[in-house]
Every structure is written in structure tokens, then in C-alpha cells.
């Protein structure tokens, strides 16, 4: 299974147990709330703000580490020798 969400909230005792733990939608309901399932199973109705998208892993490759951020110089607009 897919769990692309992590439940962000911790603001009182209940939520902070279930805060940074994967989840996924299983349903959409009114008002902003949404029923969601933990990788464990756990079924919660929760606010869709609650979530945020987990954050991909970047392939070593396309990592931009060790990778100069020095802009180069830009050259001339207009040449110097004009006719």
C-alpha cells in the first residue's frame, strides 16, 4: 500500500500520538474532514489540513550536492565594435 501523506498536527494530547506517521485517504467527507488510514490500520476522521505530502527522496544523481551556485558573469548585451 501507498501512504504519500504524513499527519502533521500535535497540538493536544490525542494528536500528538498521532503525529509524523504515515497515512493515506480512504474517504472524502464535508467540511474539509477526511477519514484516513495509518500504516498500522488505525482509522481516524481527521481536517485534510492536517496532512502534508511526504517529501520525495532525491536519486543521488539528481542531487544537487557538491554542485557550484556561483552564477557566471553575464556577457555583453551589444558588442564594443559597431559600424
Same mark, same amino acid.
Given at each position: 500500500?501507498?501512504?504519500?501523506?504524513?499527519?502533521?498536527?500535535?497540538?493536544?494530547?490525542?494528536?500528538?500520538t498521532?503525529?509524523?506517521r504515515?497515512?493515506r485517504?480512504?474517504?472524502v467527507?464535508?467540511?474539509?474532514?477526511i477519514?484516513?488510514?495509518?500504516?498500522?490500520?488505525?482509522k481516524?476522521?481527521v481536517s485534510?489540513?492536517?496532512? *502534508?505530502?511526504?517529501? $520525495? *527522496?532525491?536519486?543521488?544523481?539528481?542531487?544537487?550536492?557538491?554542485?557550484?551556485?556561483?552564477? $557566471?558573469?553575464?556577457?555583453p548585451?551589444?558588442?564594443?565594435? *559597431?559600424?
Amino acid at each position: 500500500m501507498n501512504y504519500p501523506y504524513i499527519y502533521y498536527w500535535g497540538n493536544n494530547e490525542k494528536r500528538l500520538t498521532l503525529k509524523n506517521r504515515k497515512c493515506r485517504i480512504l474517504k472524502v467527507g464535508k467540511k474539509n474532514t477526511i477519514m484516513i488510514e495509518f500504516e498500522n490500520g488505525d482509522k481516524e476522521f481527521v481536517s485534510r489540513r492536517a496532512l *502534508r505530502h511526504k517529501k $520525495p *527522496r532525491l536519486h543521488p544523481i539528481c542531487s544537487t550536492k557538491g554542485v557550484s551556485s556561483s552564477v $557566471p558573469e553575464p556577457g555583453p548585451l551589444f558588442s564594443e565594435e *559597431r559600424a
